[in-house]
Nanobody
């Protein structure tokens, strides 16, 4: 199983960023995908979840209205897009594919928001 994320991103405040997570080695629609981030010196922060079977999403309240998860079953790739970026969004963003008893992490994508 592999989850390969896109490369580091640098954005200005107010911009948007889209991070990808390419899955392989398992049935893409059999696992949920969560997105989690870790800001410098902070713990892990759960952003939400997508079910690739039907695209159903659940967002953490903190990110509602600013984050969008999508999953493309034809390319087995999940995406997180975060808009209206601010400096506090500087973090490493991770995808996590899981089902009961099993889970796999992407390698992380550094997103830096700075003018």
């Amino acid at each position: 199983v592999q989850l390969v994320q896109s490369g580091a991103e640098l954005r200005n405040p107010g911009a948007s960023v889209k991070v990808s997570c390419k899955a392989s080695g398992y049935t893409f629609t059999s696992y949920y995908i969560d997105w989690v981030r870790q800001a410098p010196g902070q713990g892990l922060e759960w952003m939400g979840r997508i079910d690739p079977v039907d695209g159903h999403t659940k967002y953490a309240q903190k990110f509602q209205g600013r984050v969008t998860f999508t999953a493309d079953t034809s390319t087995t790739t999940a995406y997180v897009e975060l808009s209206s970026l601010r400096s506090e969004d500087t973090a490493v963003y991770y995808c996590y594919a899981w089902r009961v008893g099993l889970g796999y992490w992407g390698q992380g994508t550094q997103v830096t928001v700075s003018s």
